[in-house]
């Protein structure tokens, strides 16, 4: 009998179908929410002012509104409709947008909330909307249908108690799990029976991990002690998965509603922003002040011009009776505030809209890229995200997963050694009978084999197909397990004649050799984690004997068995790693019945702990799998992912430093690493490791020595004034840091804390001068760390986390950019993620090719909207000193209005979001180009001080060329004169004309899209003039347009002082362009520029290529040379470490089976 | 898209054509005879119009006269211009008052309209000892469209403007009523005066011309002829408060509308410039080409 009597806030107490269990134990009725969904955000009811609210939280839109407000309180020289049109339309737009998306939300949730599910009420089942479902429920859920709500499992239509799951719509991962029902009502399998049932369930308060769940329930029986037991995960079944292969089962409902860990796992994924944005924001305020400036500068020039009293009140010019009376400092605030409202379009509402849209059509060009569809999963890449697109044309450091991310993570078993014995299939009989090398003893070689089938999670699907014979059935049957290690292991014992055959009534079935089955009881799984890195199984043979098997890394294995067996397998282990295989220690122990007891109370009574109860496992699990004796190891290969060396130095050779945080051990990730080319045979490694810093008590003190001598070592290498090339190539020495998980903890956590901070800089400052680093034996918070710490020293470099394992989650968030492979190990990486891709060589891509185009197109975006704003509005300013300071605007109203909406807004949309100013095959295979747009480089000042001087010359030149123009008595044949709203039109015109031509010579890449755009914003600017002046509008009190456009287009000299003041304008643009080009060619001749181009690649060409080992035979791209017969440094390593012959050990231990 | 190829034979051409145009313009520009004639007549200026700038409008109009030589003939059509300086005819204030629905019909009280321009010229030649008057055409000198379209006046009321205008006070500065202006001629009083719409198109700059007259008919049909002219000047305009002046421009048109050196200039400026860049960038591209020649050997 085992209770854990902890009662404590935070839990919950339910009673199942809500029957009071005993008098005496009153419980307090506790408030549950009810089991409705809500995902949306708005009602029909608040939908307006909560929407509007939160719209005008952001600071452009309020900026918008208070303009529109002033124009409105305020006698202004434009009407509110130029800045409140925009504004509308903006935000109308903006909530449609929402609206629509939150009323997907409302059908989705109703979807949801509203289906049938089945209730137990006093015996029946009663039907009911899944929104009325209460806490303590019974509620009945048949094959394929969802579960309503986070239910602990009853009963189940199968005699075992079990059901299967699949989660795949909550964490992607399609495989069955399997669940249990609580051991004592797994009876109650129909209405009379569950509802018979009296108990209630204890279980913590809601949280979104959806893979711990701490709860017991204590059922009662008349006049009986209440039994009580433990609830774990494996007793929840979770909203949202759904019911597999089982007929029906009954559950008592726990979370309900928003409560339930789906519901409370679609909440708080932290938004990230891009670093453009803050350059926006910048830029912003750089206009912000110069609108000011411009506001002040008038208002004060108004207020001297007007000292003058001819200039103040001329006699045709009267004051109104307003103004005279009312005070000079509310005039001045008022006149003030007019200039801004007439200045204000140099900050456009439209951008925001057009930096959206862009953002939002481009990331659909991630998604539909051909090269990134992966035909094996039948997927192409997702984005979950499309506010970071041009960050991925930023990236300085990459922090990438080995396992499944630089690896295939398809395991195959290779080889093993049993008592130091290697056993190996000869590759020419691939399925041939099993090799005795007879080396081992026959009943060691079986004892392993069973080890290797009974010590796993693995489950067998059943294919639908099944050849029936009579007497006998083949089942087409596949393994499934969140690990392909095990599933390689088992594989692999299948080879050499034993094969599981399946889990039936907690007895594992074993084929042996001879076909027979043999059937073992399966008491208790330790599971698998990451702090443990091992698991066992407890089994009891036919013949009663209680065994334990337990496998696991070689370093969490060799100090829990017998330190003399260690080192005959030691070497095996050794050297597979060296090999790049993944290595895996088999253990086993014999117990008696004694200690089983004593084991199973401990683990029931950890099982049982509502607090704390993964610690009070691991402490349990720690002390059992102790004592062992060492079988045997395994070794399984790994395979590189196609192209992930190419890869690795296409991000190299663009500037990038590529991190691999792994949890694996160090020999393997090393020999990863060198295999995909992140160390080089040159790279000069600094260790910092276990191995070097050692166990002893000093260690802290060497990791010290060792930090001041690599430091050292660096800064020689690394003289001062190298500090302009940030990311340089030419260095003598490329050095590789590899560190392991312990001594990391050691530098970020010391024991004391003098000077810790010190060593924690120079720890950084070595990572930071390393081309790669490897860090092994990384727990998943550390990894998140690491990059934390990377992303939070000097320049905050943009860091890219990727990876595909829920491990990896942790990295991926913390990371500026998160991208997750659609791997093997569930869906959970790329949930998470912002981007998910299916194969870590689609990084290239991404990176070099999307993510430079995304950034060169926002950034000409971003700039290209602040010059054609600030060209548009300078005239303004200027013409300001020719109407005595009035706030006359120089443009008609509709012009003011639509020239960011309609003439100039899609041009810079199809170039934002087709442009490709280097082909996308050239941005692919030539890395180096990635680095031109470094540390924002085209959002730094000096290009906007480039295009805000553009701006201002072409401004100056629109107004000056058109008021020198107008000194003119007449401009038509017929000596009638033009006036002020002509002035305007011809500037406005030109103006139209510069900003979309400078457009056209700003694309390199031309679309039909392209060309419709622009001619048919400048048609349709053409066409709109001439509309708007062509009709009296009736709700316009001035007809200042009226024919002016086709008046000014009859003047010859006004087309000919058009077309001159657009060249003039577009001239510096040219000019630099043709120079450019000059330059270029100069450069791309053939001597002069061959002695620049890609360094690293032809060096690694020409040194290295035949030295390295690339799993996967591929032509190395650039040149297409095969490799000949690659010698890995794997196998020049071998040399140095030759096998050893160990005499083999008299083993005096006694074969248990 | 520019390269050397296609850039150096761009400019050259760019040039080439810019300096074309630019001699056509400033030749053009240079054919275009005007004159110009101040009648501010500033206080201390021995002027004949000094006299009239102290006339009060209660003593009736103020008339003044002035001389001048014509050395060489003006072809026809030459176009008569009254220019006035600082005065803010684009000032926000001036230009919000006015109401265009109503000049298609209503009654208004504006500032543009208030202070429209009265100042009135007649031009005499002096022939055989005689001044003969030049026949002054007053119509045809605003936008069609708006002397047409834009400009309405209010329905007749029994046939009669006056009746229509009944009611409405005039402008406070004008000698008559809307109704009067030009009343000898139905189709030019009102709203409709041409010399109305003219002034309602306000100016864009400070100092402005605005196109009083044009000469094209009788005698001068081909223009004036070179001798010896006297302007009368109807003078009540006060610019002098504002320290205004104001002058009357004669002046011949071409294709190119009236003298305007900027855009000649400008043309040849640009084509020069397009044609020196183009040198420049030879000289650099045959540079580079030399460079890479000696590099190759």
């Given amino acids: ?1153 | 898209l520019l390269s050397a190829g296609i850039a150096l034979p761009l400019f050259f051409a760019l040039g080439l054509a810019g300096l074309a145009v630019g001699l056509g313009l400033h030749f053009s520009s240079g054919t275009i005879r005007e004159l110009e004639l101040d009648y501010t007549g500033a206080p201390r200026s021995n002027h004949d119009c000094a006299r009239c700038t102290n006339a009060s409008a209660t003593s009736g109009p103020c008339l003044c006269t002035l001389r001048f030589e014509l050395a060489e003939p003006f072809p026809g059509p030459v176009c008569l211009y009254y220019q006035l300086s600082n005065y803010y005819q684009n000032h926000r204030r001036y230009g919000v008052s006015r109401d265009d629905l109503q000049l298609s019909g209503d009654p208004w009280g504006l500032r543009v309209a208030n202070s429209l321009f009265n100042d009135t010229f007649t031009l005499h030649r002096l022939v055989n000892g005689s001044f003969m008057p030049v026949p002054l055409d007053s119509r045809g000198i605003s936008w069609w469209t708006d002397s047409n379209v834009k400009f309405r006046n209010p329905e007749l009321v029994n046939g009669s403007l006056a009746t229509a205008f009944w009611g409405t006070a005039k402008p406070p500065n004008w000698p008559c009523a809307a109704y009067l202006l030009d009343a000898g001629n139905p189709n030019n009083t009102g709203f409709v005066n041409e010399d109305f719409i003219v002034w309602m198109r306000t100016a864009a700059l400070p100092t402005f011309r605005k196109l009083y007259r044009r000469v094209h008919q009788g005698n001068f049909s081909a223009g004036l002829p070179h001798g010896t002219y006297r302007l009368d000047i109807n003078y009540s305009y006060p610019v002098l408060p504002f320290k205004g002046t104001k002058k009357v421009i004669l002046s011949t048109v071409s294709w190119m509308g009236g003298k305007n050196p900027f855009l000649g200039i400008a043309y040849l400026v640009f084509g020069s410039a397009c044609i020196l860049t183009g040198f420049v960038m030879l000289a650099v591209h045959i540079k580079y080409q030399q460079q890479n020649q000696m590099d190759e050997d």
Avoid at chain 1, 334 to 360: A, C, G, H, R, W
Avoid at chain 1, 949 to 956: H, K, M, P, S, V
Avoid at chain 1, 1083 to 1103: D, R, Y
Wanted: charged share 20%; net charge neutral.
């Fill in chain 1, 1 to 1153: 009998m085992c209770a854990g009597e902890e009662k404590r806030v935070g839990t919950r107490t339910v009673l199942v179908g809500h029957r009071p269990v005993s008098e005496t134990d009153a419980y307090v009725a506790q408030k549950f929410c009810d089991n409705r969904i809500v995902s949306s955000k708005y009602t029909v009811w608040n939908f307006l002012p909560k929407n509007l609210f939160e719209q005008f939280r952001r600071i452009a839109n309020f900026y918008f509104l208070i303009i529109f407000l002033v124009q409105v309180i305020v006698d202004t020289p434009t009407s509110p409709v130029t800045s409140g049109l925009p504004l509308f339309f903006v935000i109308t737009v903006t909530a449609i947008k929402q609206g629509y998306e939150d009323w997907l939300r409302h059908r989705a949730d109703n979807e949801v909330n509203k289906s049938n599910v089945f209730v137990i009420e006093n015996a029946k089942q009663v039907r009911k909307e899944s929104e009325k479902i209460k806490v303590g429920d019974i509620v009945e859920v048949k094959a394929d249908e969802t579960f309503p709500c986070d239910l602990i499992f009853l009963a189940s239509s199968s005699p075992d108690g079990t059901c299967y799951v699949t989660t795949a719509s909550l964490d992607g991962e399609s495989n069955f799990k399997t669940h249990y029902a609580v051991r004592d009502t797994t009876v109650l399998c129909t209405h009379e029976a569950i509802d018979s049932l009296a108990a209630t369930i204890e279980c913590e308060q809601p949280q979104p991990d959806l893979y711990k769940f701490v709860g017991r329930i204590n059922i009662y029986r008349s006049n009986q002690e209440p039994i009580a037991r433990s609830l774990g995960p494996e007793n929840l079944l979770l909203k949202g998965s759904t019911l597999k292969n089982t007929k029906k089962i009954y559950g008592v409902a726990v979370y309900t509603g928003m409560e339930t860990k789906m519901a409370l796992n679609y909440q708080g994924k932290s938004q990230k922003r891009s670093a453009v944005e803050k350059s926006i924001n910048a830029f912003l305020v750089v206009y912000l002040c110069i609108l000011l400036s411009k506001a002040t500068v008038c208002t004060t020039m108004k207020y001297v011009w007007q000292s003058n009293p001819f200039n103040d009140e001329p006699w045709y010019n009267e004051k109104t009776k307003k103004e005279k009376e009312a005070f000079k400092v509310l005039r001045m605030f008022t006149d003030f505030l007019s200039f801004m409202v007439l200045f204000n379009f140099i900050i456009p509402v439209s951008m925001y809209v057009t930096v959206e849209m862009q953002k939002f059509l481009g990331s659909f060009f991630i998604s539909w890229d051909k090269e990134m569809y992966d035909e094996e999963i039948k997927e192409g890449a997702l984005v979950n995200t499309s506010d970071l697109n041009e960050e991925l044309g930023q990236v300085e450091y990459v922090f990438t997963d080995k396992t499944g991310t630089l690896t295939e993570n398809s395991m195959e078993f290779i080889e093993c050694c049993i008592d130091g014995h290697k056993y190996k299939e000869s590759i020419s009989e691939v399925d041939g009978p099993l090799k005795y090398y007879g080396k081992a003893e026959k009943c060691r070689e079986e004892l392993f084999l069973r080890a290797l089938c009974l010590c796993h999670t693995v489950q067998i699907k059943e294919g639908d197909q099944v050849d029936g014979l009579i007497g006998h059935l083949e089942h087409r049957s596949t393994y499934i397990s969140s690990s392909p290690d095990e599933i390689a292991l088992v594989k692999g014992a299948k080879k050499y004649g034993f094969s599981f055959l399946g889990l039936e009534n907690d007895y594992m079935k074993v084929k042996n050799q001879n076909n027979e089955t043999e059937r073992y009881q399966l008491l208790h799984i330790l599971n698998f984690d990451p702090v443990r890195r091992r698991m066992s199984v407890i089994v009891r043979t036919i013949t009663g004997k209680l065994l334990l098997f337990c496998k696991g890394a070689d370093s969490s294995i060799f100090p829990k068995v017998q330190q003399d067996e260690i080192q005959q397998t030691k070497a095996h282990v050794d050297r597979n790693a060296m090999d790049g295989y993944r290595t895996l220690c088999v253990a086993f122990k014999e117990l008696s019945q004694e200690e089983y007891d004593q084991i199973d109370k401990q683990i029931c009574e950890a099982k049982m702990a509502l607090q704390d109860r993964e610690e009070k496992m691991a402490k349990v699990f720690e002390d059992i799998e102790a004592n062992m004796h060492l079988i045997g190891a395994t070794a399984v290969e790994d395979k590189l992912q196609e192209q992930a060396a190419e890869t690795i130095e296409a991000l190299h050779a663009a500037g990038m430093k590529v991190w691999v945080l792994t949890g694996d051990k160090m020999e393997t990730a090393k020999s990863t690493c060198y295999a995909c080319r992140l160390f080089q045979t040159n790279t000069e490694l600094l260790e910092l490791t276990t191995k070097t810093v050692g166990h002893s008590e000093r260690k802290e003190d060497r990791l010290h020595e060792l930090l001041m001598e690599y430091h050292k070592r660096l800064l020689q290498d690394f003289p001062k004034n190298r500090g302009g090339h940030k990311r340089s190539w030419m260095l003598n020495h490329e050095y590789g840091l590899i560190i392991d998980g312990s001594t990391l903890s050691l530098i970020l956590n010391p024991s004391q804390d003098s000077s810790s901070s010190n060593y924690k800089t120079i720890f950084l400052q070595i990572c930071l001068k390393c081309t790669a680093v490897l860090c092994c034996r990384m727990a998943p918070l550390q990894k998140a760390q690491i990059v934390r710490m990377v992303k939070s020293t000097k320049g905050s470099p943009i860091t890219l986390s990727i990876g595909d394992g829920a491990n990896d989650v942790s990295m991926i968030l913390e990371a500026h950019v998160g991208i997750g492979i659609k791997g093997k190990e569930g869906r959970q990486a790329s949930r998470n993620s912002d981007y998910a891709v299916p194969k870590f060589k689609h990084l290239r891509k991404l990176l070099l090719a999307h993510g430079h185009l995304y950034y060169v197109r926002i950034a000409h975006l971003v700039q290209y909207f602040f010059y054609k704003n600030l060209c548009f509005i300078l005239p303004q300013f200027l013409y300001q000193f020719f109407c005595g300071f009035s706030q006359q605007p120089l443009y008609d109203a509709a012009y003011l209005t639509m020239y960011n909406i309609c003439f100039t807004s899609l041009p810079i949309l199809a170039y934002s979001l087709l442009e490709q100013h280097i082909n996308i095959e050239t941005l692919t295979s030539d890395p180096q180009l990635y680095m031109k747009i470094s540390d924002n480089a085209m959002l730094q000042w000096k290009p906007f001080l480039y295009w805000t001087f553009l701006g201002a010359f072409e401004g100056l030149v629109f107004f000056f060329g058109v008021y020198y123009l107008f000194q003119n008595s007449s401009l038509e044949d017929n000596g009638k004169v033009f006036g002020n709203w002509t002035f305007g039109t011809i500037v406005f015109t030109i103006l139209v004309f510069t900003v979309t031509l400078k457009l056209a010579l700003d694309t390199r890449f031309w679309t039909w899209m392209n060309h419709f755009v622009i001619w048919g914003s400048l048609a349709f600017y053409v066409f709109f003039s001439f509309f708007w002046g062509g009709i009296i509008w009736p709700f316009l009190k001035q007809q200042r347009m009226y024919f002016v456009f086709a008046h000014m287009v009859t003047s010859l000299s006004t087309w000919l002082a058009i077309i001159l003041l657009i060249f003039i304008s577009l001239f510096p643009e040219i000019l630099l362009i043709v120079f450019k080009n000059v330059r270029r060619k100069a450069q791309e001749h053939p001597l002069s520029s061959c002695s620049l181009k890609l360094p690293a690649i032809t060096a690694f060409l020409g040194v290295n290529k035949s030295n390295i080992q690339i799993e996967n035979q591929r032509e190395v791209g650039a040149e297409g040379t095969s490799r000949g017969h690659p010698s890995s440094p794997a196998s020049c390593l071998r040399q140095h470490h030759p096998y050893p012959n160990y005499p083999i050990h008299a083993t005096n231990q006694k074969c248990p089976l």
